[in-house]
């Protein structure tokens, strides 16, 4: 796969560059001087002979111009302003620009909300170009705020994502955490082939990356300090230590939980395919579906980052340790996980009397065990219901429960073996 280099050569060295084809999607936050990776992403595209197609929403040709003057090749060069007629108004401020644009190739669009009219002038600027024109979008949130609703730009990406991989291009996008919800991040990190964060904490700047797709290693998704100096960036390097399987610990708790994909995606409002790619460590989680995720499946962060406890004895379940692994079943009823891989699952079910719960456990399909430990419970198979006390058991091969009751003036606990 053909290489292209980011400008920074401390990015290059961390992700193994750039690849032809890759749409990059950078997640940033307030005062992450993203501006430094644009700028050092189009001074290596002139000294490439490349040209670049820089798509504005969010920022007037003045300001862009005023900005890049320094390192821009106007031959190279071609800007799309989505800015004027759109966010701007139309402010004669900004229109004056156009009494004299300078050496400066622009193209105005005349109605930006119009993403009909805006996808097909794009078209037209990449049919006229020869291969691998490079691009910049300065702004998903721009064009968000613009169109009104992030299912029309998440449509717009869906579109044009796969159409600037087909082109040989390298596309950057920017966006502002912030301002989208989870569910359209996780998206776009779906379809898109590289995401990073860039973010700021205690005076510090961070980088990482969230997802690089086709690259092995998995020392570019740890956090990495940079610093901006004479118009350069210096990312920090981290000695190599054996990183955490975070989609391993996922995909085990989830397991204990007895959670299918869909089940836990619908919990955390993401889709099913970012979570396989999670337990697959295609990708890194946000901060934020970190968190909900480990609510999702009831256990601490802590307690989702900490080494196994049974690292040293693998056969060895502790009461404190199961009990930590408490996922809420709905109406105080709860499970805990107890061990969860490809050949075995087991957890033990806690129902509270009188409570009901109108579906099984979890959604596997393969034969499982329950067995009663304590107290009363009535189970519905095949419209027949039947009251199963301490001592008794079920073996579920190819069917599945519609209905669970809580019986007697105690809860009741079950040990759920598949």
């Not at 964060?197 to 290693?217: E, F, N, P, T, V």
């Not at 920090?236 to 995909?251: C, F, I, M, Q, V």
Request: aromatic share 12%.
């Amino acid at each position: 796969m053909s290489k292209v280099s980011s400008g920074i050569r401390a990015l290059d060295q961390l992700i193994n560059f750039l690849y032809i084809g890759d749409n990059v999607v950078w997640e940033v936050d307030a005062g992450a001087f993203y501006d430094i990776f644009i700028r050092s992403f189009l001074r290596q595209t002139f000294s490439d002979s490349q040209k670049v197609i820089y798509v504005s929403f969010n920022r007037s040709p003045q300001s862009v111009l005023n900005e890049l003057r320094d390192i821009i090749k106007t031959e190279q060069f071609i800007f799309v302003d989505c800015f004027t007629a759109g966010k701007g108004k139309n402010d004669a401020t900004f229109v004056r620009f156009y009494d004299n644009p300078e050496d400066f190739n622009v193209v105005r669009i005349e109605s930006p909300k119009n993403i009909d009219e805006f996808t097909a002038t794009l078209n037209e600027i990449e049919d006229s170009l020869p291969p691998g024109a490079r691009y910049v979008f300065d702004s998903l949130t721009g064009m968000q705020d613009l169109w009104g609703d992030e299912n029309v730009t998440y449509k717009f990406f869906t579109y044009m994502c796969p159409r600037l991989f087909d082109l040989d291009t390298v596309a950057y996008w920017i966006l502002e955490k912030e301002a989208h919800s989870q569910k359209f991040k996780a998206n776009l990190r779906h379809i898109t082939q590289d995401v990073f964060d860039l973010y700021a904490r205690r005076d510090k700047l961070y980088i990482k990356a969230i997802k690089l797709s086709g690259r092995q290693d998995r020392e570019a998704f740890k956090p990495h300090s940079y610093e901006i100096s004479n118009d350069s960036v210096k990312i920090a390097s981290l000695k190599k230590e054996p990183s955490t399987d975070l989609g391993y610990r996922l995909k085990e708790l989830r397991i204990r939980a007895g959670l299918s994909q869909k089940d836990l995606a619908d919990k955390v409002d993401v889709t099913p395919s970012f979570l396989s790619q999670l337990e697959n460590n295609q990708i890194s989680p946000s901060l934020n579906s970190f968190i909900q995720i480990c609510r999702a499946l009831g256990v601490s962060a802590a307690r989702f980052l900490e080494a196994e406890q049974t690292a040293t004895y693998p056969w060895l379940f502790r009461k404190e340790s199961v009990s930590a692994q408490c996922a809420p079943l709905g109406d105080g009823a709860r499970g805990y996980g107890i061990v969860g891989d490809e050949k075995l699952s087991a957890r033990v079910v806690v129902i509270p009397a009188g409570v009901i719960l109108r579906k099984h456990f979890h959604a596997s399909k393969s034969p499982e065990f329950v067995y009663v430990i304590r107290g009363s419970v009535s189970v519905t198979i095949d419209g027949k219901q039947e009251v199963l006390n301490s001592g008794d058991s079920v073996y579920l091969k190819e069917i599945m429960p519609a209905q669970w009751k809580g019986e007697g003036g105690d809860e009741t606990e079950l040990l759920v073996v598949w």
